[in-house]
């Protein structure tokens, strides 16, 4: 019950700071997110699941319990992590008391409500990374979207109302083209609950059917497609992305943080855990496509990056470009190749929340995000500067930062996949060209802003940023250059859990 | 075979046991009727005692809580298995006339939950009201009326259970008297209504004609062997689709909705647009399950299915469409809630011959308009405090209430986000269970359609919410200068049923399957 | 007994704490971290030289000490068997010949530095000090690398740095620039790099350097049919590893800046000079030509990777020295001559002289390092003055930095008995005899002689514009006073820079006759010590070439070479004397015409990679455009074709109600007909 | 014995008088006499096919229909009371305030 006490406390914790003065909501919100941080880390530490939770693993923390009976079918409360989940809940848990301490400053009116918004947040991202029931984690995939929705309608920018929305239904959207592939999956096939473990089994076992005169091989490639376009907007991957880009210009710093960090993650979980661990068959059979599509964001992505003047708007594009690798990962279908997607999940999760708090940190102070309007910025505030360069690196895959592994056992792992008929080298070696692309755009923008004479056009007075604000980038930086050295913290669990996974695929 | 007969005996334990261990009698399964039209006579007396009162305080809590005794009585025989095949299955009482059954309860329940809503908020609402007294006996016998309705198993007893709803309704809408709009809105609703009421009694007189018979039962029976009757029987029953569609807003009978919800006190917008519509719903569903059996229906190729399938698409675009270009807010719930019944018709229309989940997709058609009384009567109900507050009643003006009058706008979110269908609030749970259901029967193409609808009502309702929250606060608020405690609570009850039907879905759902599966047995 | 090896590690973990104690603590130290840094890099070299000793004593040492990603058994399922990742250490002759040049080099810098930064009250010092630790320590971590992964690691590690130290000055508009030029253009070349990582792990398995499981010895079975190597799209091994060496070549090419990736090479004179000693000789340049020298067994194995080696070596050898012919400023002139002289190792290594080439790189660092110290001495002198002409007659006044400078000089010009004569001689002997038989090797060959006469002209056209003659500015007439922490280290590469060509005297041996002179002959073909598969005669088994000789033998053929190769630098060299040891120079450009102006314009190759960004950056507005126009337009789009179409659905709403009672007749009737023809009712 | 279908024949006819009085009268009152011919319509076919199945409940339910409708025409003389006094007319296509 660990998992349900942490979410429990999280949502409790958010009505609390809701109903809190403004005045102290900063500090209380703070206070409370760390209950859940170090909660993760105490399921890291007693973590002792072993497997793949979809196909049979042990899990760890689990609890399974009927909840409702409808249609010849039982909805259970199922939650439990395997060595695929435990990362992402603690990336969530570790994300979020850094970006509440990042909207410290940013964040100057109707406080109690913005943070109340990013816990009850929290508890459902938990939520969905733990839930191993259909509708139980389709109840937190789906509420995680309105608090996101209010973070950037309310605290953002010139055109968040416009963005809020978009994000909001184009999002939904998705949610309900999944939700119609993944019923019509488990309709096919003889299981008596939502229970994502026995639906994975069951097609593992070959019994998925035939529906109303609609054969078996058809049902499965349909719900496949559905499930893919649902997840392949939350990713996002092209060329469904178009949301990203206004949402993270609109979004608050601590909103983009989670938005990037942590929200994007769920799409590329739910498609490791939906398509790739349910129906390898079909994955494996429409691997080109999957594979040209991640090489397609990748590349793209890259250089959409490339033609931005807006930081945020630069790093936001660039999201777009790496989770192009994860994908490509995931259709791999080898350990290095889903184990690497799963661990860039946790690097980029890291290091483009470390870009948008840094981002974050320079638009405190200078009021613009526009790269025109502002260089030699590291003259002013050189803490932050040298922080914003090494994530920077970091995104650039330097080795020793957690950027690189994740990209590179992505690469060792798809360069000798023999799926998409033997084509991935070429996919491969095309994706890694964002490897060049994303050094450039990071470069020419860190050239611009960051050094060269120094010179400000909004006329605000540069400090050094205050420590409060470059606390929370330092902690991030360390957290990244950990798992760059020692990538096996996760790598082992996530190497583990994925086990499963690439023997169910085609190799 | 006279109408009114006494029925031959039933296994009584059916009834929830009286104390000492026997069975109830059996018209005690009448219970939660005759609690609303005593609560409603009551009102009438109380009102004739008391005919100057200046304060509605006690009729509204007579109402409310004969609408709480009817509820209670209609969960205590859900619970108990009433009418249930459990328990030896539906209490038919005077010649079939009247069935109490899962169906029947359930809808009861949803109508006193309703009543009792829409009657706590109206002592607010007719604060200062010269005739407080027929609101509320109007109400409360409408609500007799959808009760019976709910109940009702020969389509005679429909009719007249239908008329008891709609005269009173007509009379409620325009019982704003000096308000042009309230009259418009009456009088459209009246025409339209006496309309639909002529077309579908001759859409009954052409199935009497057809199978010679008014009893349910008895329709299905004939309904095996129409020979050359079928025409006439199929004209009859797509008249009575029309006459459904008037009291359930759907296309082609919709078009008084918008103006009557928005013309409407909103309290009256309240009730019509769920509890009204619910009962509308309920004694279709029994008509059509029980009178013309899916496969005798089709066989002689009067595919009823097939045409609520293209009402259910009609009437949900045409609802969320129009819903998304609306100025004013009161309007847009008035569209909203046309779309909302081209999601309940799924549970008409994702029906098939045999077909072994369509107990599935009723049940959570059902329970989505169990959930709907909720979270609708409680948007209406919002929109009845901003009225009495006298802000505007377009989207503009409600920028930034949510900064004036937080917890009744925390509330209108969670309405909102309930009607988009939204975790973690009830509405998400019996739309997807809807969708999941017509996917499930294999009416796929109807659920896709469903949630395209879905993606554009989010974007309208969100337009709520973004104007509560979002928006910069405008001078209109100053008016918000009340807090109206029975508005307040009757919103905050809503709003907090409609957050914790979603954990609680359970019971819910599986009442509301295992009545409709009652229906196909 | 205690065992050098066993302090390997310390050698690249000491100059990283001096980057960490600089990083926290530099600005509460004396001389903003120096000392700790000298002190660190001073460690290291004590301990290189300690490793070497160890080495010439029989030693060798391979060991795993950090397991990155381990395998616990995982089948990893891909290649033919699973894959663990891990840092360790290979210490060879190659590896322990290349840790004492580097820490050499790297000591000297830190000395260097203190004249160069420290007296010259430059700003932000420890993060200067921190850069020079952490490049030292990158570059050691690469150099004792035992597997291609780690080596790339801290090749990429070397990048960094050098993206740090070249944009030291990012108060200036200049350095920022060109130290983003820097790592984005060998990052093209590691981008290739990369995927030869990848493919090298999804052939073998393994991209460990040493031992009969790593992958050159897996590719020589794999080629003689012993061994089953993955290759992609069913191509033979062969084309595969050709492939595959050319794709990791790709990151030699971009750090040794050879053509077409030389150009971040001669902006990265925005840098410190003490920073261009460290990245030209020791660290990040010679890091390219060291990595094909690390897995040359590899590289032996395919030929035309060899014939593409050195043909881009000579290629480059001749290209970049031309363009040094025109340079008016100083570093400019050694940045030209720094990549043409690793166009020479290249050349080496791809016409299988293994041993020439880590000879010239071993020579080339400490002359290269001493010239561009003494450039830095001439740029403290002439505060901070690099223009040629602006100086002149610096001959008397700078002594010391003169004479060392002049042993650079004449090292670099390829004049008997410096080092450099040496070393160039025996690569352009090696691509002769090899050539002989393989005409794309002998236009390699050509091209690198041809580059003789240009490297001498060159290279004395700056010692006299700079040394000699008149004083032409007041600068030039009074310089700045240079101090013992700038002599010292030129002192003691000037006298390197003279003697170091005697570790490998092959055409003494070979005229002579004199067995056991070439010292690193012997010392590179384990000799003394290292591993068999490591060793220069293994690759000469292993390589494509066979010998051939020019007049009838060996020796006829070594004195010729070395004789046409001395005459064409002294011609050079003389050429040099004639034009500019003049009083009063003038510049003689003008004699060049046309060419005049392209080589100002380095053959127009920066124009072409500013174009190709251009272009890069077109493509990606247009795809920006297309993104909001079109993938975004229809997301818009859609929304709004759904709000038109819902304002004219509700225009059907007319509010006059006897429109409504004729749509719902219409609405029923209309049903009535439809389902009525559907189920044949009116039949 | 008249066939059944002339009976039902003539509900019809009677029912489409009814149906065309209410889609092109304006004034309220006849729109309401319109309306109840239609509901007339229907009890013509109930009492008729009562007769003819010999089922008594048509004939009653025709009986209910009639007393429904005068409730109906009561209230509906109420609202169109108002109406007149609201808005001065009794056509019922001028109240459009609401629409779209």
Redesign the interface.
Known sequence: MIIEALIAFTFVSAMAVLLAPDEWAGRLAFALSLVPFLGSLFLWARFDGSGNALTGGELAFETQID??????YTIQWFVGLDGISLPLVVLTAFLVPLAIVSAWTPIDERQSQFYGLILFMEANLIGVFAALDF?AW???W??V??PM??LI??WGGPR??YA??KF??YT??AS??M??GF??LV?SLPVETFGLPEVTQSIAAGELGS??GIPAETIGLVSFVAMFAGFAVKVPMVPVHTWLPDAHVEAPTPASVLLAGVLLKMGTYALLRFNFTMLPEQASALAVPIAALAVISVIYGAMLALAQQDLKRIVAYSSVSSMGYVILGLIAFTVYGVGGATFQMVAHGLISGLMFMAVGVIYNATHTRMVTDMSGLADRMPVAVWILVAGAFAYMGLPLMAGFAGEFYVFVGSFGSPVANGLMPVFTALAMFGIVIVAGYLLFAMQRTLFGPFRLDTDYELGRAPRRETLPLAALLVAIIVLGIAPDLFFEMIREAVVPVVEGGVN | ???IQSSTLEPLAALPAQTGGAPLPEWTALGPILALVATGLLLLGWDTVFPNRRTNTELSVIAAVGALVTLALSGWYLAAGTGRPATGGAITLFAEAITIDGLALFFTAIVAVVTALVAVASRDYLDDHETPGEFYSLVVLAAAGMALLASASS??TI??AL?MV??PS??LV?YL?????S??????Y???G??????F??G???V??AT????LSDVAAAFGDLDDL???A??GV??M??GFAFKTAS???H??A??VY??APAPVSAFLSSASKAAGFAVAFRVFTEAFPIADAVA????WP??FA??AVLTM??G???????TEVK?MLA?SSIGHAGYALIGLAALSAGGS?N??VM??SMAHLFVYGFMNTGAFLFIAMVESWGVGRTFEDYAGLGSVAPMASVAMTVFM?SLAG???FGG??SK??L???A??N?F?WL??IG??N???S??YY??V??AL??EEPTDALSAVDSRPTALYGAVIVAAVATVVV??G??PV??TA?AAATALFG | MVDAFAYVPAIVVLPFVSFLVALAFGKYLPKGGAFGGIAATAGSFLLSLWVLATVAGGGQHTETLYTWVSTDGIAAGIGPQEIELTFGVLIDPLSALMLVIVTLIATLVHVFSLGYMNDEGERDLPRYYAGLGLFTASMLGFVVADNLLMAFMFFELVGLCSYLLIGFHFREPGPPSAAKKAFLVTRFGDYFFLIGVVAVFATFGTASFVGSESFPVLAEHALNGEFDAWTPFGLDVGTWFTAVGLLVLGGAIGKSAQFPLHTWLPDAMEGPTPVSALIHAATMVAAGVYLVARMYGFYVLTPTTMAIIAFVGGFTALFAATMGLVKEELKQVLAYSTISQYGYMMLALGAGGYVAAVFHLMTHAFFKALLFLGAGAVIIAMHHEENMWEMGGLKEKLPVTYWTFVAGSLALAGIFPFAGFWSKDEILYEALVHGLNEPLLLGAWAMGLLAVPVTAFYTFRMVFLTFHGEPRTDTARDPHPIRWNVKGPLTVLGVLAVVSGAVNMVPVQKVLGLEGIDFLHLWLDGHYGGFSELTSHHYADLGPYSSGYIAGGEIPTVLIGAGVSLALALGGLGLAWKLYNVPEPAEHTAALGGIKTVLYNNYYQDELQVRIAQVTAGVASVADTFDQGVIDGVVNGV?SV??V???R??RV?T?V?T???A??????T???L???V?????L | MVA?EYY?LL?AAV?CI??FG?LTRRN?LY??MS?EL??N??????V???S??G????Q??AL??IA?AA??VA??I???L??Y???GVTD?TV??????
Do not use: C
Not at chain 2, 177 to 181: M, N, V
Not at chain 2, 194 to 199: D, E, G, K, L, Y
């Open positions: 909840w409702i009976d409808v249609g010849g509708f389709f109840v937190f789906e509420a979207l309105l929705y209010f309608g309310v968040r109302k809020a929305i909001f239904v939904n959207a309900l083209v939700f119609l019923m019509a309709f529906f109303y | 075979m006279s109408i389509l005679a009719f007249v008329e709609s005269l007509y009379a325009a008297k000096e308000d042009r709009g009259v418009e809105a009456g009088m459209k009246f025409l339209v006496a309309v639909s009421s002529a077309i009694v001759f009954i007189s052409l009497y004609a010679g018979s008014l009893v079928a025409g006439v199929g004209v797509v008249m689709i029309g296309v082609p009978v078009f008084w918008p103006e928005e013309g002689v190729g009067i595919d097939l045409v293209v009402l675009t045409l969320n469409f129009a819903a998304a270009v609306q309007r569209y989940h107990g599935a049940g959570a986000f939204l975790p973690p998400f749970f997807y269970f969708f999941a259901g996917v499930f294999g796929w659920a896709a949630a395209l879905s993606v554009l989010l974007y969100s337009r919410v973004k929250w979002i979603l954990p879905f359970g759902i599986e399957e | 929304s759904s709000l179409s819902g304002d659905i509700r709403q509010g109600v429109h409504y009672a749509l719902l007749t219409l609405g029923v209309g049903l009535i439809v389902l009525g559907l189920g044949g009712w009116f | 059944p039902l509900a029912f009814g149906l209410v309220a729109f309401l309306v239609m509901l319509a229907a009890n013509i076919n109930f008729a096919f009562s003819y199945y089922d008594l409940t048509g009653v339910f209910f229909v429904l409730a109906e209230i509906g109420g609202i169109i108002v109406l006094r609201n808005f019922v109240p459009r305030e609401m629409r779209w």
